[in-house]
């Protein structure tokens, strides 16, 4: 691949990361775990201070609901399989604010982030004010 003299925005070395990435994924000869370490290992090369990433989707496979992949330096790409049960034994995530319930009306759900906002006492004046702005609408 020739070296480009113009950038999109970046630096060559972004630029070279962003053309290896599309390469690899048109041409379909790396694994996900291999891209993901690629990806990563070239970032941090850059200096992309990453001490972690976790990539997961769905799938559809009869024994797994997803697959994960955690990279760390020392580590590389670790893939791990999710399966359906865990999915739906883990549904904690529907008690959070940020689930937006469709039995729930936007009032229902700004009070509910108004609430969680206060409860892990967070000092976030623009957040809280667009909580506001929006429950004024």
């Given amino acids: 691949m020739a070296e480009r003299q113009v950038t999109r925005g970046g630096s060559l070395l972004y630029d070279s990361i962003a053309d290896w990435l599309m390469d690899v994924a048109l041409t379909g000869e790396s694994d996900v775990q291999a891209v993901v370490d690629g990806a990563c290992h070239r970032l941090l090369a850059a200096g992309v ?50 689930y937006l319930d469709p039995q729930k009306t936007q009032m229902d759900w700004m009070s509910d982030m108004a609430e969680a906002l206060s409860k892990f006492a967070v000092e976030n004046r623009y957040a809280q004010t667009q909580i506001e702005n929006a429950g004024a609408h």
């Fill in 49 to 98: 201070p990453i001490a972690r990433v976790h990539i997961a989707f769905r799938t559809l496979h009869p024994l797994f609901a997803a697959v994960a992949y955690l990279w760390r330096p020392d580590t590389g790409a670790v893939s791990s399989n999710i399966t359906h049960e865990s999915v739906q034994l883990g549904r904690g995530w529907e008690a959070s604010a940020y």
